[in-house]
DNA sequence: ATATCGATTATCT
DNA sequence: GATAATCGATATG
C-alpha cells in the first residue's frame, strides 16, 4: 500500500541529520517530507527516491573538480539547499551533507504529493498537457523542482532545517517501509555505483519498472 | 512498452 | 565549444 497522507506535525531534521556520509542521509531521508510555504499555502510531499553524491571522491558528483561558485553550498555547512539549472530547462534540488568544509550532497529524484496538490499541478501545468495525473507531478528530479516552484534564484542556500524558511525538510513519524538500493540514473561517470535509494513499490518513484528490479538495502551498507 | 530526439543555457575546458 | 544529476513529444513494435 502507497504510504498515505498523515495529519500529524512535521518537525524540521537537525542539522546534525545532514552532518554525515551523504549515503546515510539519503537513506534516513526516504519517507520524510519536503515543504513549500509560500502565499500559495503549504505544498508537502514525501520523499521516495533520492540518489547519494560523494564529493571529491565521486566522478559524477558536481563537487568532483573542487570547488566553484556554483556547488559552493556543497562545500559549506549541511542542510542547505544546492540548487543547479540543467539542460537548460530543468532546476533540480538538493541539500548538502558532511560538516563544514567537507563535500557531498544528496539529490531529491521523486515526491509523493500529500498536500497542496492543487499548486502543484498549477506550476507544473505551464509544462504538461494533463496535471490531474498524479505521477507527472513530481516523479522525477526537474518535475518535483516545478511543481515546488525550486529555482536556483530563489532556493540556492536556503536553510533546509528551519520551518522558518520557504522550503525544508521534515519528519512527521512515519516509518518509511522497505528501501531498495540501486545505481543511479541518467549519468555517465561512475554510473554502476549503487547510490541512489527508493521506496520499494512506491508508484512515484521515477524512471519505470526496469530501473526498480534491483536489490534490498543491504543491511552492512551504509 | 520502449526508443530516439530536440530543447535550451549555465558552467567549465 | 562541449557538456549536462532531464523532460516531453514523437515514432515504432
Not at 542539522?15 to 546515510?24: E, H, I, Q, S, V
Not at 531529491?108 to 496535471?131: C, V, Y
Amino acid at each position: 500500500m502507497p504510504a498515505l497522507s498523515s495529519n500529524r506535525p512535521i518537525s524540521p531534521l537537525p542539522r546534525t541529520f545532514y552532518a554525515r556520509d551523504p549515503r546515510r542521509v539519503a537513506r534516513e531521508l526516504l519517507g520524510k517530507v519536503l515543504v513549500r510555504k509560500d502565499s500559495h499555502g503549504p505544498r508537502t510531499a514525501r520523499i521516495v527516491e533520492v540518489e547519494a553524491y560523494l564529493g571529491q571522491n565521486d566522478p559524477a558528483a558536481h563537487t568532483f573538480s573542487g570547488q566553484t561558485l556554483r556547488n559552493a553550498v556543497l562545500f559549506g555547512p549541511p542542510g542547505y539547499a544546492y540548487v543547479y539549472f540543467i539542460y537548460g530547462n530543468h532546476y533540480c534540488l538538493n541539500v548538502s551533507c558532511e560538516p563544514d568544509g567537507k563535500a557531498g550532497g544528496v539529490l531529491f529524484r521523486a515526491l509523493e504529493p500529500l498536500t497542496g496538490i492543487e499548486q502543484m499541478a498549477r506550476s507544473r501545468a505551464l509544462t504538461i498537457k494533463n496535471p490531474r495525473d498524479l505521477r507527472l507531478l513530481t516523479s522525477g528530479p526537474g518535475r518535483l523542482a516545478e511543481a515546488f516552484d525550486i529555482t536556483r534564484e530563489r532556493d540556492n542556500g536556503t536553510d533546509l532545517t528551519s520551518s522558518d524558511s520557504t522550503l525544508w525538510i521534515g519528519s512527521d513519524g512515519l516509518p518509511p517501509g522497505p528501501i531498495l538500493l540501486t545505481p543511479r540514473i541518467g549519468i555517465t561517470k561512475a554510473a554502476h555505483l549503487n547510490l541512489r535509494y527508493l521506496l520499494r513499490g512506491n508508484a512515484f518513484v521515477s524512471g519505470g519498472r526496469a530501473s526498480q528490479v534491483r536489490r534490498p538495502l543491504p543491511r552492512t551498507k551504509l
